[in-house]
């Protein structure tokens, strides 16, 4: 076992503390550093696990971007995409609905697209989203270079 970040080689006791706690199997420094991360930006567990999904698939991922005004859970600079893990939609108020509207035309204006991305689809589904997310990847990329 090692590293999803890292690489290095860990002990069944390390992944079993990184695995079941993150969903995602980390060295000792990697989990303690991941841990910070979503104390410090309330980061959703499965932005984690899609983070490091999406790590494995070659595509860039950042954790945790600031735009300058916000942190985005998940951003992919190359082509402007931000990322963000809905946590339930049931939870949700009218006030969150409509911030999240426009946080998402205020980055659409400054060249950057915005997926909002429901947890259920990476907890159940994490390759098909991984790789419908290489396909929003594909098609930006297409679209800048029409440009
Ligand atoms: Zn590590």
Not at 28 to 49: F, G, M, S, W, Y
Not at 136 to 142: E, P, R, T, V, Y
Request: net charge negative.
């Amino acid at each position: 076992m090692t590293c999803k970040d890292c690489a290095r080689s860990i002990g069944h006791e390390q992944y079993r503390e990184s695995f079941d706690s993150l969903g995602v199997e980390l060295c000792e420094r990697h989990t303690k550093l991941i841990k910070r991360v979503i104390l410090n930006n309330d980061t959703p567990l499965e932005a984690i696990q899609l983070f490091y999904a999406l790590k494995e698939a070659g595509a860039n991922p950042m954790l945790e971007w600031w735009d300058g005004k916000r942190s985005v859970d998940i951003a992919i600079s190359r082509v402007k995409l931000n990322i963000e893990i809905d946590k339930d939609y049931n939870m949700i108020t009218h006030e969150q609905a409509i911030n999240d509207l426009e946080d998402a035309m205020h980055s659409f204006k400054n060249g950057f697209t915005t997926v909002r991305i429901p947890h259920l689809a990476v907890k159940y589904y994490l390759t098909d989203t991984v790789d419908n997310i290489l396909g929003i990847i594909s098609g930006l990329k297409a679209n800048i270079r029409a440009i």
